[in-house]
């Protein structure tokens, strides 16, 4: 079965910068839709129903974080931020409005293509032993609709988040390093500040923690990492697809 090629929109208000990028993708076999701002990102979006969105943070009508915000409240679409900024506060804010990932320009092509990469291949077909529904006493994820509740309440996850989360539960007490967690997770060779790590588990204990000082379920290890605790050990639930 051949795979359609994966569907990406380019949001960005430099003409130069824009058509390098489409022109780029194009090559790659995949299919490109571009827009100049905000207003015409969102239409775009409406009728193309892209699979990935790369969109800059600096737009003449909408603030690009809000705008990431607004698309993945419709869909869980994958997002990929494009920042003229290198302040670090910007990208925990990028991440909190629910980027996936996070390139500061100028960048080289060879550099997007990974991570363009990277993040598409998060689509993949799971297999059946990825399907099991893992539930820890109030907390249930279910890797065939990425759903992840808690006391029966849906918790909205980005997509990068419900990946993170689901990798740590999925080996309970293990710790990981965060570079391993980047491997795994990320699915590349990530070369920015290994922080990007701290702040996804952030987000994700805000969602699922009863007290985030002391949380409960992702634990620090101190001078290591993270993992994942549980007094009760998961059951598995078979989906049936």
């Known amino acids: ?58 737009l003449p009508d909408v603030i690009g974080f809000n705008l990431c915000q607004e698309m993945q409240s419709r869909n869980g679409v994958f997002v990929l931020m494009l920042t003229s900024r290198t302040d670090e506060a910007d990208k925990i804010r990028g991440f909190s409005k629910g980027a996936d990932d996070y390139l500061t320009k100028p960048f080289g092509l060879g550099e997007l293509e990974v991570r363009v990469g990277a993040i598409l ?37 980005t997509a990068l988040e419900f990946d993170l989360l689901h990798f740590l539960a999925s080996h309970p007490g293990r710790v990981w390093r965060r570079a391993e967690l980047i491997q795994e997770v990320w699915d590349y060779e990530y070369v920015g500040d290994q922080r990007v790590v701290d702040v996804h588990i952030g987000q994700i204990r805000k969602k699922i923690e009863i007290d985030v000082t002391q949380p409960a379920l992702i634990q620090t290890v101190r001078g290591v990492g993270y993992k994942f605790e549980s007094a009760a050990h998961p059951h598995h639930l078979e989906v049936n697809s």
């Open 1 to 58: 079965m051949v795979m359609a090629p994966a569907k990406i929109l380019v949001v960005d208000d430099d003409p130069a910068v824009r058509n390098l990028i489409q022109r780029f993708l194009m090559k790659q076999n995949y299919q490109v839709e571009a827009a100049e701002d905000g207003k015409t990102a969102l239409t775009l979006f409406e009728q193309f129903n892209p699979d990935l969105v790369i969109l800059d943070v600096n």
């Open 121 to 157: 291949r998060r689509q993949r077909v799971i297999t059946t032993a990825e399907q099991k529904r893992l539930v820890f006493e109030k907390l249930m994820i279910d890797p065939v609709r990425r759903e992840v509740a808690l006391n029966n309440q849906p918790v909205l996850l």
